[in-house]
Structures are given as structure tokens and as C-alpha cells.
């Protein structure tokens, strides 16, 4: 049962543009949510978070949305820059005595020259 | 400075043997995890320790041991290899602190670069 879903594997968008990655969950427990960004070869590097208590989190370039009701996050990333190519996951924390994140399955962002 | 590190980065070994991943992180950090990325990209947690006190135990075959000699390490042991378990098995660690009612919980995990194990 996949509690954390992102629904598209893969996305192309312009360098300079905006790039919206999406993730929807299921479990209502969850009370924090992360982006990671991954590079071949390399582990997941933590992008930017948000708790359950906000619907808004931005850093530089990058914000992050969370619609409770909807149970669903967005990664917004303002301009895209082809050095945003990767693959981007999303995470769902849920309590467990201390904390456990459970991982969507990523979306490789292409940011096109 | 490497925060998470792992050794070694690729593991190439036989089936039936038994091997070792060391993770090892400076940040001071008090929780360690170990992931597993299967071959469909799924990263799915493991085990977590919180000061060399296992917290969550994933359901994972009993040929995984993790065993923490200080709370700055956490190895990840594997007996009698098979060809299932050829991933890529990352560390992380974080802060981490119990669940509070009410608190906000922003405890962030920072993972290594990962150890791609292929057992032939």
C-alpha cells in the first residue's frame, strides 16, 4: 500500500520556467513532509520541508505547498536551472515513537537549455 | 567534511557470503537510519537507532543485523547474501526526539551517498 505517491515518473521543462512536482498521500497522521533532490550516484540531498501546521514553506527558489484537506504537496522551483535535473523525491513523516518517513517513488525533472 | 558518510561506495560479492556496510556521520546527530533503493526506486527504511538503541525494525529478514558501536555509527551487517538483496542501501541520520502533542516536528534526515550491492 503506497502511502505516498507521486504520480509522474518524469517531467521536461524549459530552463527559466517554472517546474511544479506533485506528491499525494493518504495517511492523515503524517505531520511532516520533505523534498529531496537526488543525482546519480549519489545519495538524496534534503531540499526544503514543511510541518503539517503550515500550507507554505519557501527558500530561494524553491517553496513548497501543502493542502491538508487534499492531501497533497507541491514542489514549486522558480526559475528552473538545468543544474535542477534530477530526480526529486517527497517524504511523509509519521510518529512513531520517534520519527519515520515513508518515500514516494520520485519524479526526474529534465530542465532544458 | 563528509557529514553522512558510507564504506564502500559498490560491493560486488557471491551468494551465500556474508558482508559489511559502515555508515559513520559528524553531525552530532543523536538517530541513524538504513534505507533500502530496490531496483524499481523505491527507498524504503530499514532500521533506525536512536543512541545505539534500536527504534524501528522494519520487517526485513533476519540476515540484516544493524549493530551500533557508538551513537556517531551504524553498520549494517548481511549474512548469507542472496540475489534479492542486490540495492542500493543508503544511511541517514537526523537530530531526532520524541513525538510531543502539539510540537512541530522538524527533525530532517541527511543521507550518504549510498552503497550499491550486487550479489552474483
Known amino acids: 500500500d503506497q502511502q505516498v505517491k507521486q504520480n509522474s515518473p518524469s517531467l521536461s521543462v524549459q530552463e527559466g520556467r517554472i517546474s511544479i512536482l506533485n506528491c499525494d498521500y493518504t495517511n492523515s497522521m503524517f505531520d511532516y513532509f520533505l523534498w529531496y533532490k537526488k543525482y546519480p550516484a549519489e545519495g538524496p540531498t534534503f531540499l526544503i520541508s514543511?510541518?503539517?501546521?503550515?500550507d507554505k514553506n519557501e527558500d530561494g527558489r524553491f517553496t513548497v505547498f501543502l493542502n491538508k484537506s487534499a492531501k497533497h504537496l507541491s514542489l514549486h522551483i522558480v526559475p528552473s536551472q538545468p543544474g535542477d535535473s534530477a530526480v526529486y523525491f517527497c517524504a511523509a513523516s509519521v510518529p512513531y515513537g520517534t520519527y519515520k518517513y515513508i518515500f514516494g517513488t520520485g519524479t526526474r525533472l529534465k530542465v532544458l537549455a | 567534511d563528509t557529514a553522512v558518510s558510507q564504506t564502500p561506495k559498490y560491493l560486488v560479492t557471491q551468494m551465500g557470503n556474508d558482508k559489511s556496510i559502515k555508515c559513520e556521520q559528524n553531525?552530532?546527530?543523536?538517530?541513524m537510519y538504513w534505507y533500502k533503493q530496490d531496483s524499481k526506486k523505491f527507498l524504503k527504511i530499514m532500521f533506525s537507532y536512536n543512541n545505539k538503541e534500536l527504534i524501528i525494525n522494519e520487517t526485513v529478514p533476519n540476515r540484516f543485523s544493524p549493530k551500533s558501536p557508538d551513537k556517531a555509527h551504524l553498520n549494517l551487517h548481511i549474512n548469507s547474501l542472496e540475489l534479492g538483496d542486490s540495492a542500493v542501501y543508503f544511511c541517514?541520520?537526523?537530530?531526532?526526539?520524541?513525538?510531543?502533542?502539539?510540537?512541530?516536528?522538524?527533525?530532517?534526515?541527511?543521507f550518504g551517498p549510498g552503497t550499491r550491492l550486487t550479489v552474483l
Open positions: 541517514a541520520s537526523s537530530q531526532g526526539f520524541s513525538w510531543t502533542m502539539g510540537a512541530e516536528h522538524t527533525d530532517t534526515q541527511y
Open positions: 514543511i510541518s503539517s501546521i503550515k
Open positions: 553531525l552530532g546527530h543523536d538517530t
